[in-house]
């Protein structure tokens, strides 16, 4: 370990740092003006959307953004253990890194070297900083790794990662950031590719080893939640500034900042289920005042009928996994196991599971992406296989990634219309005419039906794959993860939209998602799944807060809560 | 209701900045370059015949051996005194036109077979990769030389040996992109929303794989400029008369000594139109991938 | 919390597949090797057949009828084209090819000895290229902006331009007969002297591609999350470049190799007879004019054998440096 540093004095100390991109022909502005510090064993979280400038804040603490490419104003100072990085040469900045401050990244499998073993990396890095030998290394992971609470450290610390669970390549990349004994630990998002019930052992883990070790934690997340969990203290960014900062329990209980306050709002979480969330541009352009925003009245939806719309019967979805020599298929791996769920007309209905759970197998089974291998679909009374075009098309589709689900080479008149051109071909005129009518619908700006796809925002976008769906008058929407892409002020947008278009037009909905809070707000009723199988169903309210199965309690035990966590404090 | 990522003013900012680097990215040096030594070459092939300044097949006598420049011969004279730039352009259309239709058989059925690879899984998929693989693990120049032996002198039989054996290259990059493609959730919507088979490839797929074909085409052309005068030098693929880059070479050889423009004129020619069509095929790697960042940002 | 244990196992999946799962890749692959090997034979039997009558070939042009007739018993060519076909197939089988129509040597031993000679030079300007290409490569690779590294960029992209039998003819002006340094022709096992211009010819063709693969190859690596992780825990450059970005982009490069080394083959058919160099690309091209059959057929099949084992030789490689390959089936 390094002498120098000693135990006074902040952990980390910014102040007034600016910091700009400097590309061919523009400079954007990543951060303006920002101050914050961080003591001995604390953990601070940094909130924030995409584009806040938080991850950019903590790249910047070990200096890892391209040099040539970052521009830093003078009169600032980052000091990380009483040494000003910005002045530390790279020599002096790699025995830092990874030794007294050590960093943990969003994505495990991508951050981790596919082609090493956790044992090469581990020991490379106790090698590197504390110059073991080989046998010493070996012995000091295993004992990492223990710490981890993995119960076969052997086996892990020999595997490649791609052997391993997203849950346990980030167990190995925490053990490796403790390896060293750091005095900091630089979290970048480090549960957000996990499942909800990965997530919570993971914060956990990373609390009580840092606890245990009195490591101070920054921790970079745009999950309040999250936050509330494990933190004690929390910034929270917005636009490259920090626009508020205190304890944890203040500024979530009583947020001083519009922004923050606007952030708070946009949670579906603690709202009245199916009630209008406020929005962050809302809130940012009428510049709000210091009262909390009037809780929004309950839009009167209409009630849903007892008629059933949707009906699945034993459905078995499998995958052919292997093949014999001549390409026939002999292994299966079954992703829907014998579900059965009935939806009726204008009734939300979600389905709530963790990844590889089936739901995405179902949805695409629903729209006739992948055919039924048990089991039987009517949709209004009739058999899904047996629809004709036009009723096949009253079932349409929203995905996940709106990057994805728009051809980049399209404008958009002709993106949200395309369904329109199935069977006949109707004017450029006539299509731009019902584009303009559509971009009204879902809020889109009607000027804008030239442009393409990458012109637009993410929750834009969004809007373009709604409008597409709503092009052909659908009945029923399969909704699958709509809102997991997007920033919570967008999502709360979306929301919005989505239970404005239900009130208008007597859409019925099956709502895919993984993400609690956002189920229990638009859903009638809930089904959970895991395993292939739909473990409950139910009313939403009775499901997501007196479950009945196992896997259910653990699901919601898992859930961060704002509430739950003040609850228990 | 306006997301709050960028500001509604901003719009028509992104539009102007967008059409700026559209403009800037054919501004590509190397795209320009590439260009324009590709129009030269293209008008000299077509109006070569309008250019040469000697018969390329009468010889004087009296002039062999010219050195570059003199007397009128542009780029020398070869042994049996016949003018090399009125020669080199004969050889230029031949190798051009042999290398352009070879090259298009190829598009055509690499890319056919590797469409149908990546949109029909099943048998179809299993026969394209079968054959690739088996052409694929066959050198074709040494197909080819055997087969342009057998079959004969000719541009046709040479053209068409090429044509049906150096295709899998189109192949596995249209397979691979074309899938890639279809996994894309705006072909799945297109799908569900009962938009055919057909007019997928044509509006969503085509498009998606447009540049990536246009760079193999441009890299592809080279290789087959190479494998063409390779096996003219060794004089399998011209018919027996015809003045080729790789003959004028194969006969240069001999007069290495006395007379070395007869080997480095038709050598030069051979690297400079190879170096132009892979710096083209570079260049609209870098505009292709360049826009693909500004579309993905 | 308890602690937890890892459900997706991807390490003892091996354990209890059977033996006949496990032997699948192998099966698979021989399976294509059959596919390809039957696709060679049958292909080159009816060119070969449309191209000339093998009993004239072996007769010479002024025989007369009851000469040709005699041959044509001799040899089995009086029989229907099928039936010949199959006994050819039967014996492709038994790996007969018949005797060479020219010398009456076996036709495969022929091809055989001649192949040792072209392999040696293969392998020595696949050597000689990846260790020039690799290193210079990586370099190139790892900060592609700066000047130098565009200048060298640029050269080696003109090089990529110049055919292999360019440089052969422009050594051979240079080092033979103008400095008279080396010999410009002939083969001799033990004289080295005749083996410098081959290999660097073929070295140069094919040194270009290997770098520029190379280089993308690392500057993609660069760009990785794991080279961000590396650094992050205080990695330096070089440690970057050599344990975690070339590792992985040695992948592409492996890949490139084999398809460099199939190229070869049809490449060494002009680099041989320019040197007039006795290996299988000068016997290729000396048996097709002469119509020698059962030499074009067994060269032919010796090849295929040759590119595909080199082809599984590169799969084998691909699981060797890319361990999320292993567990895999074919």
């Not at chain 3, 040899?75 to 007969?96: C, F, S, T």
Request: hydrophobic fraction near 50%; include cysteine; glycine fraction near 8%.
């Amino acid at each position: 370990m390094n002498a120098p540093s000693s135990a006074t004095g902040p952990v980390v100390r910014i102040e007034n740092l600016s910091l700009a991109f400097v590309g061919q022909d523009q400079v954007v502005e990543a951060l303006r003006g920002i101050s914050l510090h961080i003591d001995a064993g604390e953990i601070v979280g940094l909130v924030g959307e995409s584009g806040s400038g938080k991850s950019v804040t903590a790249m910047n603490l070990l200096r890892l953004l391209p040099r040539t490419k970052v521009q830093i104003p003078e009169g600032a100072t980052v000091n990380v253990l009483n040494q000003d990085v910005l002045k530390m040469n790279e020599t002096a900045l790699r025995t830092m890194r990874g030794g007294e401050v050590s960093m943990i990244f969003q994505e495990p499998m991508t951050a981790l070297n596919p082609v090493k073993r956790v044992r090469q990396q581990m020991n490379e890095i106790l090698q590197r900083h504390q110059h073991l030998d080989e046998t010493a290394a070996e012995a000091l992971s295993l004992s990492l790794l223990k710490d981890m609470k993995i119960s076969d450290p052997a086996r892990v610390y020999n595997a490649y990662p791609h052997e391993l669970s997203g849950g346990m390549r980030q167990r190995v990349m925490i053990a490796m950031a403790f390896s060293c004994k750091p005095k900091l630990i630089v979290a970048d998002e480090p549960t957000t590719a996990l499942d909800v019930t990965v997530q919570a052992q993971i914060l956990n883990l990373l609390k009580d080893r840092a606890k245990a070790t009195n490591t101070a934690v920054l921790l970079i997340t745009h999950d309040l939640a999250v936050v509330a969990q494990i933190c004690d203290r929390v910034y929270v960014m917005y636009k490259g500034k920090i626009v508020e900062e205190g304890a944890t329990r203040a500024v979530i209980g009583n947020p001083q900042h519009v922004y923050t306050r606007a952030l708070l709002n946009a949670l579906p979480e603690g709202k009245a289920p199916k009630s209008r969330l406020e929005t962050v541009a809302a809130a940012m352009i009428e510049g709000g005042t210091a009262e909390a925003a009037a809780p929004a009245p309950v839009r009167a939806s209409r009630p849903p009928s007892d008629k059933p719309l949707l009906e699945i019967v034993d459905a078995t979805v499998s995958y052919a996994s292997r093949f014999d020599m001549l390409g026939r298929a002999i292994g299966y791996n079954t992703a829907v196991d014998h579900v059965s769920l009935t939806i009726n007309e204008g009734e939300t209905v979600s389905l709530v599971g963790e990844s590889g759970c089936g739901k995405t197998s179902l949805a695409n089974t629903l729209v006739g992406l992948v055919p039924l291998s048990g089991g039987q679909i009517k949709y209004r009374g009739q058999d899904l296989a047996a629809l004709d075009a036009a009723t096949r098309r009253e079932i349409q589709i929203v995905f996940q990634d709106p990057q994805s689900s728009l051809d980049p080479r399209w404008p958009l008149w002709r993106l949200v219309t395309e369904p329109l051109t199935v069977g006949n071909s109707p004017g450029r005129a006539a299509l731009c005419a019902a584009a303009a009518d559509l971009c009204g619908m879902v809020g889109l700006d009607r000027n804008s039906i030239d442009r393409l796809p990458h012109e637009f925002s993410g929750g834009q976008r969004q809007r373009i794959a709604v409008a597409r769906a709503l092009s052909v008058r659908p009945r029923l929407l399969l909704l699958d993860e709509p809102t997991s892409a997007l920033d919570v002020s967008v999502q709360a947008q979306i929301l919005n939209l989505l239970l404005d278009l239900q009130a208008e037009h007597g859409l019925t909905y099956l709502f895919i998602s993984h993400n609690v809070s956002v189920v229990r707000h638009i859903s009638d009723r809930v089904a959970v799944m895991y395993q292939g199988k739909i473990v409950e169903t139910g009313a939403a309210e009775q499901v997501l807060t007196r479950p009945t199965h196992e896997y259910t309690r653990t699901l919601m035990d898992a859930v961060p809560s704002l509430e739950k966590v003040f609850a228990n404090r | 209701m306006t997301d709050i990522a960028p500001p509604a003013s901003a719009n028509t900012a992104t539009l102007d900045r967008y059409k700026r680097s559209r403009f800037k990215n054919i501004s590509n040096f190397e795209v320009i370059v590439a260009g324009i030594l590709v129009t030269i070459i293209a008008v000299l092939a077509i109006f070569g015949s309008f250019l040469q300044t000697h018969d390329p097949m009468q010889g004087d006598l009296m002039a062999r051996f010219t050195p570059v420049g003199e007397k009128g011969y542009t780029l020398g004279s070869d042994n049996l005194g016949r003018d090399l730039w009125s020669r080199m352009l004969v050889g230029l259309r031949w190798s051009m036109s042999c290398a352009l239709t070879a090259n298009l058989i190829n598009l055509a059925i690499g890319s056919t077979l590797g469409l149908l690879a990546a949109e029909r899984p099943g048998w179809p998929r299993t026969i394209s990769r079968q054959i690739t693989d088996t052409l694929q693990c066959f050198p074709f120049l040494v197909v080819a030389i055997v087969v342009v032996v057998i079959i004969g002198h000719g541009f046709w039989p040479l053209v068409l040996t090429l044509g049906f054996l150096a295709w899998p290259i189109y192949q596995r990059v249209v397979f691979a992109e074309a899938s890639s493609i279809f996994q894309r959730d705006y072909v799945k919507a297109a799908r569900i929303a009962g938009v055919g088979r057909f007019r997928i490839m044509i509006q969503h797929v085509l498009p998606g794989i447009r540049a990536s074909l246009m760079v193999i085409f441009a890299f592809h052309f080279a290789g087959l400029l190479i494998a063409e005068s390779a096996l003219s030098f060794l004089g399998i693929g011209a018919p027996l008369g015809v003045p080729t880059w790789g003959n004028i070479l194969a006969e240069g050889r001999q007069y290495m000594l006395r007379a070395p423009w007869m080997m480095l004129v038709p050598a030069g020619a051979i690297v400079i139109s190879v170096v132009t069509m892979n710096l083209a095929g570079d260049g609209i790697a870098a505009m292709s991938r360049k826009r693909g960042r500004s579309i993905d940002v | 919390m308890s602690t937890v244990v890892d459900t997706t196992g991807g390490g003892g999946a091996g354990a209890n597949r059977s033996f006949l799962a496990s032997a699948m890749p192998v099966l698979l692959q021989l399976r294509r090797l059959a596919f390809l090997l039957f696709f060679v034979t049958t292909l080159l039997f009816f060119l070969l057949r449309a191209a000339g009558d093998p009993a004239l070939v072996l007769a010479g042009t002024d025989a007369t009828p009851e000469q040709l007739a005699l041959i044509r018993a001799q040899y089995g060519l009086d029989k229907p084209l099928l039936v010949q076909y199959l006994n050819y197939m039967w014996n492709v089988l038994q790996l007969d090819f018949g005797k060479s129509l020219a010398s009456g040597e076996n036709a495969l031993l022929k091809v055989l000895d001649m192949l040792k000679r072209t392999l040696h030079l293969a392998f020595m300007a696949m050597t000689l290229s990846s260790a020039i290409a690799i290193p210079i490569g990586a370099w190139l690779g790892f900060r592609p902006e700066t000047l130098g590294r565009r200048i060298v960029g640029g050269i080696v992209f003109v090089f990529q331009g110049i055919p292999g039998y360019v440089t052969a003819l422009v050594l051979i002006q240079f080092l033979a007969v103008n400095l008279r340094l080396l010999p410009s022709l002939g083969y001799g096992p033990l004289e080295w002297k005749t083996w410098i211009i081959p290999t660097i010819s073929l070295a140069f063709f094919m040194m270009p591609q290997l770098i520029r693969v190379t280089a993308a190859n690392v500057a993609e690596a660069m760009r990785e999350d794991y080279i961000r992780t590396a650094r992050a825990y205080g990695a330096s450059p070089m440690q970057l470049l050599w344990r975690h970005a070339l590792p992985n982009a040695l992948l592409g490069t492996a890949a490139l190799l084999g398809t460099q080394f199939a190229m070869m083959m049809g490449g060494s058919a002009i680099i041989e007879t320019i040197f007039s160099w006795p290996g299988i690309g000068w016997l290729l091209l000396e048996s097709t004019q002469t119509l020698d059959f059962p030499v074009v057929q067994a060269e032919a099949f010796v090849i295929a054998v040759l590119v595909f084992l080199i082809n599984a030789l590169v799969d084998l490689s691909f699981r060797y440096l890319d361990p999320r390959l292993r567990n895999k089936e074919a």
